[in-house]
């Protein structure tokens, strides 16, 4: 499996912005689908978005046209720029890799409140 390492959460206010990344532990990176998942209080965990090795990207409904996924191969790293935040962003994001079995980073928190 490989390591991954979530950075950037913290506390903004609903219209704010924020960038996670996410640094993996492997020299074959750029094979491997990436993707952010959040998890709400008493909700169960969801994705957020997906970028594949080549670039093509997925988005759920709620945060399309807010949220961006991307990554630089060179870094090993994989981002979520979250533009014009709501508080029912509130969770906290995980990041994923597509290994077999797929690879958990430990979660960052993110709280929209003001």
């Known amino acids: 499996q490989v390591q991954l390492v979530e950075s950037g959460g913290g506390l903004v206010q609903p219209g704010g912005s924020l960038r996670l990344s996410c640094a993996a532990s492997t020299r074959i990176f750029s094979i491997y689908t990436m993707g952010w998942y959040r998890q709400a209080p008493g909700k169960q965990r969801e994705l957020v978005a997906t970028?594949?090795?080549?670039?093509?990207?997925n988005y759920a409904d709620s945060v399309k046209g807010r949220f961006t996924i991307s990554r630089d191969n060179a870094k090993n790293t994989v981002y979520l720029q979250m533009n014009s935040l709501k508080p029912e962003d509130t969770a906290v994001y995980y990041c994923?890799?597509?290994?077999?079995?797929?690879?958990w980073g430990q979660g960052t928190q993110v709280t929209v409140s003001s």
């Open positions: 994923n890799c597509g290994t077999d079995p797929p690879s």
């Open positions: 970028i594949r090795s080549g670039g093509s990207t």
